[in-house]
């Protein structure tokens, strides 16, 4: 053994850290807080586990490894099995008319890997990157790891607004630089539960041909449409040209998978699987959810899944209906695990996730959504992850804490 | 849809790659070449997935998600399943008597992406990683794919050259920079086969901290030791101070599993934890493998993996024995996928690689191994994949095609 007074004690290895790595850490990051039982959770994108296809998943998994387990244990290339690209393909091909195949489609680790990988193909540091106020937390943190500087555009029913995006493109190009590209989450928007409109998307498309900005649309809720009609995506419209679009099965079958997808065109994404450095994402996965795809148990998985999620939304709805009628605003999204909440002016989301939690609910203040400008008058409430029955308790309380706020508040006028 | 003609036909999005993307593509990649079955593949460090524990697993799986499923198929946080990080320590610390912990241990995507996890936490554009001279392909393009300048050092039985690494680690303070840490592969060594002495790892250490260099230590063969004694970790030498250790499941359960993961002080670990913008690895991975472990099957799989491979290279260096003699040099490895053939100065690996593949047999040049001053005479043959009855016919094929080269070589002087 080394005598450790050999080992200069002065010498901190943190200090070594690269400066992405200082900058990132100077800035609390998500914590993971493994779930607790006596807590209504209503602050993350969680899906509820009891509606995980567990039974089915044993069955496929026996079926799988018997016959395929010398692909599903061996190394698999960085783009991913191919099968399950050809039913990604198939399966967009149908919902959007378009002649994709396994080509347009690399897996990765979630949808979260998937802008991590863009992030690290595309990023500069200094690079402008332009994204929806407000967007999805760890987004906004993948992008400024890579170091690009982030402009966030504000939204409004239709989704963000074009001269906000023009502004920023000009403003980007006015300092020499290259707004890389817009990221988005154009159904059931996260955090605000919106989704964009066909004319707000060809208008934000148009302006970003125009300036050689890329679109990278990030559709992790795209397959949770409990009603109305889909949009195309940015990607049909544009038929592929200047557009990432990710897509993720963490809110249909388990986050436990880490499994999503992107989809591009041939040539951008070659670059992309080219910057995988971790030989790919996990065969023994993906050949899982291969055969759980080709045997059909998948899509009436899916069924069942839009109907329990259905049926949640229109509880937590009708929750907010009683408690919340005259105390804060709110659309009913039409697909999603979120209700977006605006609160009366000068009334507090910190505060009020703050109080919720001493009465063991957690809730996301809508401050933690905004890359600058945030309001603070937000809350999004995630009605995926916590029990039915226990809907009516979280909001009801919810209630008392935000009358008591509002109380306060029209008392310091 | 938009006009295609609405967007400028000239506008190629891949101009718009990172910088450290352009310089990668310029570059081959590694090409993931499916498995061929006509081929005799002696290239790649590849497991035989007749091997591969298909029933242990089936069973496995169906209890563990029987059971845990709540769990296995939701998030599990950037660190991962701490029942799998608690019974990594314990190993360890039976292995190594240390007194190590759940938190000394992150869960990552192979010991890939614990590298690629390791160089972006600490590697800065022009900071300087010095490495093995030859080493892994891969960790050379990941380093490098970080914008990291690598200085290669030289190897000799023991290990590399203390003196080597001393003036590496001169030149980067004499240009101003940090070397952040020195990448490598001791057990085993990926290509030679050697593994480090005890001398050579406290000289080295001594160097490391004297300059507050890191030590990167990749252990992916390190469990695939067949005969002799195991050399302490770097990590457990230094009793982890200024080292990072990392690990893989690829070569004892199977690379399609995705699983590795990286053993640091925790200080250390919480920055490199911080960092991971992927959510972190597939619990449902890591909760089949902790239930693997915890049942006592690993144990006994991993008996089997080595009595299969140390059959394996007995029967390549017999083969070798027979067909090589006098042809060229190697040593016998005491454990890993692989046996480093000198062949006699110049003649060429590149060239012997180029005739192989055209009688159906792969084979790594030497060159490939090196992140400068590329050696020309040296072939790295795994003898991990290869069917046992096929290697008599590999070797002795490959021994005709070096007797060719051998001979033009002596005419051509």
């Known amino acids: 053994m080394l005598n450790s007074r050999q080992m200069r004690n002065s010498w901190d290895p943190t200090q070594l850290l690269a400066r992405r790595a200082r900058d990132l850490l100077a800035n609390a990051g998500p914590s993971y807080a493994p779930p607790r039982e006596q807590v209504l959770r209503l602050a993350a994108g969680v899906p509820d586990p009891t509606v995980f296809p567990v039974e089915e998943l044993v069955q496929t998994f026996e079926r799988m490894l018997r016959s395929r387990g010398e692909l599903a244990l061996q190394y698999g290339g960085n783009q991913g099995n191919a099968e399950l690209r050809h039913a990604l393909a198939e399966r967009v091909n149908r919902q959007e008319g378009l002649a994709l195949t396994a080509d347009n489609f690399m897996l990765t680790g979630g949808a979260a890997q998937a802008l991590e990988n863009v992030c690290f193909s595309l990023v500069d540091p200094g690079d402008v990157v332009i994204c929806e106020n407000p967007t999805f937390g760890l987004s906004i ?23 906000a995006f023009e502004r920023a493109l000009s403003q980007a190009e006015a300092s020499g630089r290259r707004a890389k590209f817009l990221y988005v989450t154009p159904n059931f928007q996260n955090p605000t539960a919106i989704t964009f409109s066909l004319e707000r998307r060809l208008r934000l498309l148009d302006l970003a041909s125009r300036h050689g900005c890329l679109i990278v649309e990030d559709d992790a809720y795209g397959d949770l449409r409990f009603e109305g009609e889909a949009v ?33 065109q041939p040539e951008l994404l070659q670059a992309l699987v080219a910057m995988r450095l971790d030989m790919g994402t996990a065969p023994l996965v993906t050949y899982l959810v291969a055969e759980f795809v080709a045997s059909g148990a998948f899509n009436g998985h899916l069924e069942r899944v839009l109907l329990f999620y259905k049926d949640k939304r229109d509880r937590f709805l009708a929750a907010l209906g009683e408690h919340f009628d005259g105390l804060a605003r709110w659309r009913a999204p039409e697909g999603g695990f979120f209700v977006w909440i605006e609160l009366p002016e000068g009334v507090s ?25 945030a309001c603070a008058n937000y809350m999004r409430l995630a009605f995926s992850f916590i029990a039915a029955e226990e809907i009516e308790t979280a909001v009801s309380r919810l209630a008392k804490i935000l009358r008591r706020n509002i109380a306060a508040q029209s008392v310091r006028r």
């Not at 038929?239 to 249909?252: E, F, L, N, P, W």
């Open 349 to 373: 989301g910190e505060k009020i996730a703050e109080e919720a939690m001493q009465e063991r609910i957690m809730i996301a203040p809508g401050s933690r959504f905004y890359c600058q400008d």
């Open 232 to 264: 195309p995506s940015f990607y049909a419209l544009a038929d592929g040209r200047g557009v990432i679009r990710m897509g993720s099965y963490s809110k249909t079958i388990g986050p436990g998978l880490r499994l999503g997808w992107t989809q591009a």
């Open 141 to 163: 943190r993948t992008i400024r790891a890579h170091e690009g500087e982030l402009i966030g555009i504000p939204l409004d029913d239709d989704g963000p607004l074009p001269d």
